[in-house]
Nanobody
């Protein structure tokens, strides 16, 4: 089982990007789905999550700027990132965690720089 994250890239401060994470239907929505990020030289931290009931939650640094959403037809998790800042630069990972285990996708690099 593999999660496929995509959508990273380079953007100027104030710009937007949308990350996508495709997952097999057998696990999509089976638990808490989330996005994490790991800035250079720092640990991985939670960015946003959405519960199996569709309730989102966000880390303080991204509240009001990022939106997590899910498409249950395409089995895809999204992260809409607006008003990007240089401190948002990181490798972003998607994950799905249920009662049995946690799955991780390969990271996608987001670089915010002028």
């Amino acid at each position: 089982v593999q999660l496929q994250a995509s959508g990273g890239g380079s953007v100027q401060p104030g710009g937007s990007l949308r990350l996508s994470c495709a997952a097999p239907g057998s696990i999509f929505g089976s638990g808490v789905m989330g996005w994490y990020r790991q800035p250079p030289g720092k640990p991985r931290v939670l960015v946003a999550l959405i519960t199996s009931d569709g309730i989102p939650d966000y880390g303080d640094p991204v509240k009001g700027r990022f939106t997590i959403s899910e498409d249950n037809v395409r089995n895809t998790l999204y992260l809409q990132m607006n008003s990007l800042k240089p401190e948002d630069t990181a490798v972003y990972y998607c994950s799905i965690r249920n009662a049995f285990r946690t799955w991780w996708g390969r990271g996608t690099l987001v670089t915010v720089s002028s």
